[in-house]
């Protein structure tokens, strides 16, 4: 049976990148890209686009029957930081479109859905070294809150309907084909294209809070790697810890300046310092290794290398 694919959020960070490479492996006309926003042409132009905002339930399953959808990646969302500004839409949002798609297949709609959690799950009480897959998780964000409900949500629905539902707990992302949206680590992207463009960079966190981290292209491997893998090895149904490579602003900074030698840092911390000391600064990913064979590729040195490369490709064409 041919699989056809719903991305939901599909003009994001996240989603603007698997729909290009969901698109190389199913086919463009088996992946529907769906936003309440347009894409970049990339995506727009090589496949199906549907205006959908994840609230209206109505036009989701309409979308859903119209395309004969099977699998639904659901990336819609409020992120922390943009989140915390208001409190009723994040909650609103969070909930309630991930409700909508794990009812889909609940009611026989669609065989299986990937729906994302977070580091943010993790809070001030948790083990902040190396934080293994079961441990304390008391999120003080209105993000992570939605997260660690939706993970209970997750394993409820598979143990209660049998839906088979798929989840990583991101680390902080960083990618250069689409701009972050609202996220407390969205510094580890900005900077790259303001040592570019300026050759500085203001940074809202201190400079030794150390994040765990992921390359854009780690992170839509790892998550086609667990949709593809067999359901046997998919053995957490709340989600699993994934780890990247681990580094403070600092750090970072002075990989930056190992190919921009005059690149100046300063730092400017604001209430984004507060929800980064809260998170883990190195992540256990033992179970997603052993269970469907994760493996990192990217380090922080080709990561670096790889993000400079293409953005100064992408500023020299629009020059």
Same mark, same amino acid.
């Given at each position: 049976?041919?699989?056809?694919?719903? &991305? !939901?959020? $599909?003009?994001?960070?996240?989603?603007? #990148?698997?729909? &290009? #490479?969901?698109?190389? !492996?199913?086919?463009?006309?088996?992946?529907?890209?769906?936003?309440?926003?347009?894409?970049?042409?990339?995506?727009?132009?090589?496949?199906?686009?549907?205006?959908?905002?994840i609230?209206?339930?109505?036009?989701?399953?309409?979308?859903?029957?119209?395309?004969?959808? /099977?699998?639904?990646? +659901?990336?819609?969302?409020?992120?922390?930081a943009?989140?915390? %500004?208001?409190?009723?839409?994040?909650?609103?949002?969070?909930?309630?479109?991930? $409700?909508?798609?794990?009812?889909?297949?609940?009611?026989?709609?669609?065989?299986? !859905?990937?729906?994302?959690?977070?580091?943010?799950?993790?809070?001030?009480?948790?083990?902040?070294?190396?934080?293994?897959?079961? /441990?304390?998780?008391?999120?003080?964000?209105?993000?992570g809150?939605?997260? %660690?409900?939706?993970?209970?949500?997750?394993?409820?629905?598979?143990?209660?309907?049998?839906?088979?539902?798929?989840?990583?707990?991101?680390?902080?992302?960083?990618?250069?084909?689409?701009?972050?949206?609202?996220?407390?680590?969205?510094?580890?992207?900005?900077?790259?294209?303001?040592?570019?463009?300026?050759?500085?960079?203001?940074?809202f966190?201190?400079?030794?809070?150390?994040?765990?981290?992921m390359?854009?292209?780690?992170?839509?491997?790892?998550?086609?790697?667990?949709?593809?893998?067999?359901?046997?090895?998919?053995?957490?149904?709340?989600?699993?810890?994934?780890?990247?490579?681990?580094?403070t602003?600092? /750090?970072?900074?002075?990989?930056?300046?190992?190919?921009?030698?005059?690149?100046?840092?300063?730092?400017?911390?604001?209430?984004?310092?507060?929800?980064?000391?809260?998170w883990?600064?190195? !992540?256990?990913?033992?179970?997603?290794?052993?269970?469907?064979?994760?493996?990192?590729k990217?380090?922080?040195?080709?990561? /670096? +290398?790889?993000?400079?490369r293409?953005?100064?490709?992408?500023?020299?064409?629009?020059?």
């Amino acid at each position: 049976m041919q699989e056809v694919i719903l &991305i !939901i959020g $599909s003009s994001g960070q996240i989603g603007t #990148e698997l729909v &290009i #490479e969901l698109r190389k !492996i199913y086919g463009n006309e088996n992946v529907i890209a769906s936003d309440i926003r347009q894409s970049c042409d990339e995506v727009m132009n090589s496949g199906p686009f549907e205006n959908l905002d994840i609230m209206d339930e109505k036009l989701l399953r309409n979308i859903v029957a119209k395309y004969k959808v /099977t699998q639904v990646y +659901l990336l819609a969302a409020l992120l922390s930081a943009t989140a915390e %500004q208001n409190i009723e839409l994040g909650w609103e949002l969070n909930m309630r479109s991930h $409700s909508h798609v794990l009812d889909l297949a609940k009611d026989g709609l669609v065989k299986k !859905i990937f729906w994302p959690s977070s580091i943010a799950v993790f809070g001030s009480t948790t083990p902040m070294e190396n934080t293994p897959q079961y /441990t304390v998780m008391e999120p003080s964000t209105v993000y992570g809150i939605t997260k %660690q409900a939706g993970e209970r949500w997750n394993e409820y629905y598979f143990n209660k309907f049998g839906v088979d539902v798929r989840s990583i707990r991101y680390p902080g992302l960083i990618g250069w084909k689409a701009a972050p949206g609202g996220g407390t680590t969205d510094y580890a992207v900005d900077i790259f294209h303001k040592a570019i463009t300026d050759g500085k960079y203001e940074c809202f966190l201190a400079e030794n809070i150390g994040l765990p981290m992921m390359y854009m292209p780690d992170a839509i491997r790892a998550t086609i790697e667990l949709m593809e893998a067999p359901a046997e090895q998919v053995k957490i149904r709340s989600s699993y810890n994934l780890a990247g490579v681990s580094f403070t602003p600092k /750090t970072l900074s002075e990989e930056i300046s190992k190919h921009i030698p005059n690149f100046k840092m300063r730092y400017q911390p604001d209430f984004r310092q507060e929800i980064a000391s809260s998170w883990p600064s190195s !992540i256990d990913d033992t179970h997603a290794q052993n269970d469907w064979g994760w493996k990192l590729k990217y380090t922080l040195e080709k990561m /670096t +290398l790889d993000m400079l490369r293409n953005l100064k490709e992408k500023y020299k064409k629009i020059a």
